[in-house]
């Protein structure tokens, strides 16, 4: 079989409950590997995150965190920053609006600016893993801007108040000191300019010297539409927004049924013996 690659979402595609890989997508990715399938999960979770969901399937499959900000690359990692000029003007957008709370991420910290992020706490504790996930208040915008240099992705938390959250993304648009878009309706995904997903794909695919036309990429959000249209394969989970329905080739069924590895089950005409079903 030719070699493939396949980029997964993580939360609303790859896992249940935000945490959970089920037994029959580890069986069919871990037999895949077998069959020259490069596994990469592709998440706006920091990189640590993405690893908890990572090692509940193997330490072969690899990671695009931060939204492509962080992805592997053979024994190294590469890095791209926000920058001061981003965090600056995502600072002072939540200091404009108390009802917005800001997250900025390291691969292995996150930095608020009002309270601890909920989904930090429930994916590091509510595992069996060592998600190694550190957690510090910001306390002013200096102390922001000096951590430029390791900052490599943010989100704007707005829950309830999505005309805010509206207002302060056009505010940050307006400016063009960052790349923008949201994995769900109180969000506002921040990365480094001309920086997504779609790019740490293309730069993976040349790294291995695999196409798009034998690439297959699974999303349900916004920051998802840039990946898929790098896949021939792209499909949309059954729970996906509709806009990113209209941009996949394929719909599968919802992340709670498994759509993932039904798809690529189908796709690769795959029977697992007794043996793989054991795996």
């Known amino acids: ?3 493939y690659l396949v980029f997964s979402d993580i939360d609303g595609t790859l896992v249940r409950d935000h945490q959970i890989v089920t037994p029959l997508t580890k069986r069919v990715i871990r037999t895949l590997q077998k069959r ?6 592709a998440t706006g979770r920091m990189y640590n995150l993405g690893r908890v969901i990572s090692r509940q399937i193997n330490d072969d499959v690899r990671i695009v965190a931060s939204n492509g900000a962080v992805f ?12 001061k000029k981003a965090l600056k003007a995502a600072y002072e957008v939540c200091l404009a609006d108390p009802n917005l709370s800001a997250y900025f991420f390291t691969t292995d910290t996150a930095y608020y600016t009002q309270e601890i992020p909920k989904f930090v706490a429930r994916d590091a504790g509510n595992l069996l893993l060592n998600a190694d996930i550190d957690h510090h208040p910001v306390t002013d915008l200096e ?6 240099d390791q900052i490599t992705n943010g989100i704007i938390i707005g829950r309830g ?3 805010r959250l509206a207002v302060a993304k056009r505010r940050l648009m307006n400016q063009a000191v960052m790349s923008v878009s949201s994995s769900g309706p109180d969000n ?4 480094p300019t001309g920086v997504d997903k779609a790019t740490a794909i293309r730069q993976i695919q040349m790294l291995h ?19 898929l249209q790098s896949a021939k394969y792209s499909v949309a989970m059954g729970n996906a927004l509709p806009e990113v329905k209209a941009t996949a080739n394929y719909v599968t069924e919802t992340n709670t049924n498994d759509g993932v590895a039904k798809f690529l089950q189908q796709h690769f005409e795959l029977a697992l013996s007794d043996t793989e079903v054991g795996l």
């Open 36 to 41: 020259d399938v490069l596994f990469y999960i």
């Open 188 to 191: 506002i995904e921040m990365m």
């Open 209 to 227: 010297g695999i196409d798009a036309e034998h690439t297959i990429a699974f999303g349900d959000g916004q920051n998802d539409m840039g990946m």
């Open 72 to 83: 592997e690359n053979g024994h190294q990692m590469n890095k791209s920053y926000l920058g």
């Open 161 to 163: 108040h999505p005309e």
């Open 1 to 3: 079989m030719a070699p």
């Open 143 to 148: 102390m922001l801007l000096n951590l430029s």
